[in-house]
């Protein structure tokens, strides 16, 4: 709910050099964690951060509401999700599947939510294989 109200989250960023956001990063070396708050503390970076999780709601509102606008996605799309992600569940996953109309692949990886931390090499390996399969124009 905190990340929903205006300037709750930022204010939490900001206070004690992040240090309420720290414990959240369990798979990154402490270098890591001070570039992630450096790079959240430059300008405006905090309110954009905030305002991806608020948007990510209206994922919530479709799933409870089956009337809620839910647009369709047609450009090709990559989900490289870890099954023991605690923030992205499995239901998420598996209602995708019908809004995708462009090409969708999920590559299932015996991770957590820190995918590029965790599983370095299968994040490489399967953005690379997408990316060449369908470059940028």
């Known amino acids: 709910q905190m990340l929903l109200t205006e300037g709750a ?16 990063y369990t798979h990154s070396p402490a ?3 001070d570039e992630y708050i450096a790079v959240l503390s430059r300008p ?3 309110k954009a951060a905030a305002s ?5 709601r209206a ?10 606008p839910f647009g ?14 605690a923030y992205v569940r499995r239901m998420s996953v598996d209602l995708a ?14 991770v957590g ?8 090499e299968t994040v490489e390996h399967e953005l690379l294989a997408h990316l060449r399969t369908h470059p940028l124009r």
Do not use: C, F
């Open 44 to 46: 405006g970076a905090k």
């Open 72 to 85: 369709d996605v047609a450009v090709p799309t990559l989900l490289i999700w870890g099954n023991a992600d």
């Open 97 to 110: 599947p019908p809004y995708m109309k462009g090409d969708y692949r999920v590559v299932e990886a015996a």
């Open 59 to 68: 994922h919530r509102r479709s799933i409870e509401d089956p009337d809620a």
């Open 52 to 56: 991806w999780y608020r948007a990510s």
């Open 9 to 24: 989250p930022e204010a939490m960023i900001a206070q004690n050099d992040g240090a309420a956001l720290r414990p959240i």
């Open 31 to 33: 270098e890591q964690v």
């Open 113 to 120: 939510h820190w995918l590029a931390q965790e599983a370095p």
